[in-house]
Every structure is written in structure tokens, then in C-alpha cells.
């Protein structure tokens, strides 16, 4: 409830003054006589006073309290324009705070800029470096590889020479009739074959009766024979790698008989892998 409350006005006297007036309208009403003008203005007159009397103390009650209750609203209004003051003072101090977070940022932003430059400039200056390394690495490599793979072509060279050579000693003992030197030296041949082939060096050798097929024999430089001719003589056996064709079996054919020789041309021995046939 509010303390600063509008005062009673007293309803009393309007009230009996009300009640008068509505008694003489009554009086003049009823009195018996016959009403002229003045007694009907008269009355009118006393019923209206009469009326207004009973309304006038709500009225003025309900004009104090509008008045009171403006007088508060007024008295809010101050009291938030005050708080509007220190409100202005909050924003205006918000907004220097805000204007120095401001500046702080934009610091704070051109410093990232910076670092981030300087960052990329330093990670492209990694990543050339990392690629000099990798082409330095890449070349070494491929020169060890290089290195590698003349190595691995002479001795492959070295071993095919040294089979053939073997070959060629059992040919000969196989010419010669002896029984015990062919078996020693069928021997010596398998091993050194099979010692070979642990390597993935394996010989290719053509199946007995079988005919010439360029596609799956040669013959020595010089010999020529058609196809289909029976092959007379197995002169140095085909080998692969590792499943890569080094080499076809060397073989003499009939029409060539003549011509055969009893070791291979050493130039024959081996094929550069580089040149052979996948």
C-alpha cells in the first residue's frame, strides 16, 4: 500500500445536501397544486444540484488520486532519468574500454599478420629446403640403384658365363662315351644349376624332340634354319632372372649339323637385361 496516500474527503455533506434537495423536488412534486413553470424549473433545478451532489465527492476522489498517481509516475520519471545519467556515464565508459579493446585487438591482429607471415615465409623456406634434400636423396639413390643394377648385370654375366662353361664341360664328357665322368659331371651341372636357382637365376631348356621355334630358341650368329626343323644339339641353355627373360636357348638344327660348335660364342653367354624381352 502506498504511504503517500490521497485524503479522505468526507461524503457527508453531500450527501445530506443531496438528500435535501431530492426532498423539496419531492415536496414540489406532490404537493397537490398544479405546476407551473417556475416550480418545473424548480424542480429539474433540485433533482440536477441533487444528482451532481452525489457524484461531486468521487469525482474530486478520483481527481486526487489521478493527481497523486501522476505525482508518482513524475517522481519515477526523475528517479529513472537519474538512472538514465549514470546509465550515459556507464556507456560512455563503456565505450573508451571498448575503444582501447579496440586498439588492443588491432594490435593484437597486425602482430598475428606479422607472425603469420614470417610463418609462411619460414615454411617455404622448409619446404625448398626439404625438396633440395629430397632430389639430393633422390639423386644418390638412383645412382646406388644404377650401381646396383650394373652389379647385379655382371655378376649375373659372370654366373651365366660360368654355367655355360659347365654346360659345355658335360657336352664334352657326354661326347666322350666315359660313363663315370658323364654322371660326375651330371652331378657338378645340377648343383651348380640348382645353386642358381636359389638366386632366381632358373635354365631353359628345350623338351627332347622338340623343333625350332624362333619365338622359344636362337641360333649361333651366322646359322639360319626354318621353322619347324628338328633341333640336333642344345649348344648353351635359355636362362631368367627373377621371371625376366635373360636369354632363349641356343640350339643347333639339322640343316646346321655342319656348322655346330662345341662351346657357346661368350658374347652369347649372357643378354643385357636392359635388352632383353620382358
Not at 465527492?57 to 538514465?84: D, H, R
Not at 560512455?92 to 571498448?98: D, H, K, R
Not at 640336333?232 to 632363349?248: E, K, M, N
Amino acid at each position: 500500500m502506498n504511504e503517500n496516500s490521497a485524503p479522505k474527503l468526507s461524503k457527508a455533506p453531500f450527501i445530506i445536501g443531496d438528500l435535501l434537495l431530492l426532498a423539496v423536488a419531492a415536496w414540489l412534486a406532490f404537493r397537490g397544486n398544479p405546476l407551473d413553470t417556475w416550480h418545473v424549473v424548480l424542480l429539474v433545478a433540485a433533482v440536477a444540484i441533487g444528482a451532481w451532489l452525489a457524484v461531486a465527492p468521487f469525482v474530486i476522489e478520483f481527481n486526487a488520486k489521478l493527481k497523486m498517481a501522476e505525482s508518482e509516475q513524475l517522481a519515477t520519471a526523475t528517479a529513472q532519468l537519474g538512472n538514465l545519467e549514470a546509465l550515459a556515464n556507464q556507456i560512455a565508459s563503456a565505450g573508451s574500454e571498448w575503444q582501447h579493446i579496440h586498439q588492443s585487438t588491432t594490435q593484437t591482429v597486425t602482430a598475428a599478420d606479422q607472425i603469420a607471415e614470417k610463418m609462411i615465409l619460414e615454411a617455404r623456406n622448409f619446404g625448398e629446403i626439404l625438396t633440395k634434400i629430397n632430389e639430393t636423396e633422390k639423386n644418390h639413390l638412383r645412382l646406388e640403384v644404377d650401381k646396383l643394377r650394373r652389379s647385379e648385370g655382371e655378376w649375373l654375366q659372370v654366373v651365366v658365363r660360368i654355367l655355360d662353361h659347365v654346360h659345355a664341360l658335360h657336352h664334352a664328357a657326354a661326347r666322350s662315351g666315359q660313363k663315370n665322368l658323364i654322371d660326375q659331371l651330371t652331378h657338378f651341372q645340377n648343383a651348380c644349376r640348382d645353386t642358381a636357382r636359389r638366386l632366381g637365376l632358373v635354365a631353359l631348356l628345350p623338351l627332347p624332340d622338340a623343333v625350332f621355334d624362333a619365338k622359344q630358341h636362337q641360333l649361333l650368329d651366322g646359322q639360319t634354319a626354318k621353322e619347324g626343323s628338328a633341333i640336333s644339339d642344345l649348344v648353351a641353355p635359355g636362362y631368367t632372372f627373377q621371371g625376366q627373360l635373360l636369354r632363349l636357348p641356343v640350339v643347333s638344327v639339322n640343316e646346321a649339323a655342319a656348322d655346330k660348335v662345341e662351346e657357346p660364342d661368350p658374347q652369347l653367354s649372357f643378354d643385357d637385361r636392359a635388352d632383353a624381352p620382358a
